[in-house]
């Protein structure tokens, strides 16, 4: 089963469509209550579709809802799943579409012909799914990491090459990895730089609570439009899985049309904090006037 822990929960929508020819004969034996007895057939499968089908997810529905059309000699199933989940739920929409035909087979087939569709989606919304619009092409970032110990060579640094790698996931090009002390003024000076040349400048380490971390300190007078949205979405995202994120002083903001983040320094903060907001953050840039439209 894939493993789906970093994704984050959203509104899915998946409907399903199969259709059936039936002669005179099967119209005949089919009424109400066989309709009944398919919606109860599709329900169980679509909420037991994890115990049966290899690699499904169990998924809590909001709606599992089965509708029916007739046009002339065929008869067709609409199936309408909705669910707040981590990926989509189009394979159960097509597993529930699926016992419906099965299940008309088995309570009409015997009274008359049947000819059956194949089940097919036609309708899907999911938030994995990459949307082009959401990914501005040409972006450029910059990585600085803040660290006393890593700065002086003391110790190597992991959670800006984290960072990186999740960038290069969404083909945002980085032309600019830097080390630097936790030193106000010297990030302060990083910020304004950079801010200038990229469209995303992300900072590691320094956001927590010791007397060297002052991440925030140095960037707060300088952001222009704070985000807190987005901070938010980072320590909600954190503190489901560590109980410790709720100390971090993560900070997004804009200079002019940079969006800066402050992140923590711990690379699993900074991986985490990455899959929170990526790739929906990049949205942001659709919004940040004298950003290019493409």
């Known amino acids: 089963m894939k493993d789906i822990g ?114 097919k989606i036609v309708k899907s919304k999911n938030p994995y799914i990459t949307d082009k619009r959401m990914y501005p092409r040409g972006l450029t970032a910059a990585v600085v990491v803040c660290s006393d110990s890593i700065s002086d060579g003391s110790k190597s640094d992991a959670a800006g090459k984290a960072i990186i790698a999740e960038l290069e996931n969404y083909q945002i090009t980085v032309n600019h990895y830097g080390v630097i002390p936790d030193e106000k003024d010297i990030i302060s000076q990083s910020a304004l730089d950079l801010s200038k040349e990229h469209h995303l400048l992300i900072f590691t380490g320094g956001t927590g609570l010791s007397f060297r971390d002052v991440t925030p300190e140095a960037l707060e007078p300088l952001i222009q439009r704070r985000i807190p949205g987005i901070e938010e979405a980072i320590r909600s995202y954190g503190q489901r899985r560590v109980p410790y994120a709720m100390l971090s002083r993560s900070l997004v903001g804009t200079i002019g049309n940079c969006l800066v983040m402050a992140l923590p320094g711990s690379t699993n903060g900074a991986r985490e904090s990455m899959q929170a907001v990526f790739p929906h953050v990049l949205h942001v840039f659709k919004i940040l006037r004298g950003q290019t439209q493409h």
């Open 6 to 119: 970093h994704h984050i929960t959203a509104n899915c929508l998946a409907i399903a469509q199969i259709e059936i020819q039936m002669d005179e004969m099967a119209w005949e034996g089919y009424d109400d209550a066989t309709f009944s007895a398919i919606q109860i057939a599709v329900e169980l499968a679509v909420k037991n579709a994890s115990t049966t089908l290899p690699g499904v997810h169990l998924v809590s529905f909001d709606a599992i809802e089965l509708s029916q059309e007739r046009m002339e000699n065929t008869l067709i199933y609409q199936l309408h799943l909705k669910a707040v989940h981590k990926t989509s739920i189009d394979t159960q929409a097509l597993y529930g579409i699926a016992v419906a035909g099965v299940s008309l087979k088995q309570l009409v087939g015997s009274k008359g012909q049947l000819n059956m569709g194949a089940p």
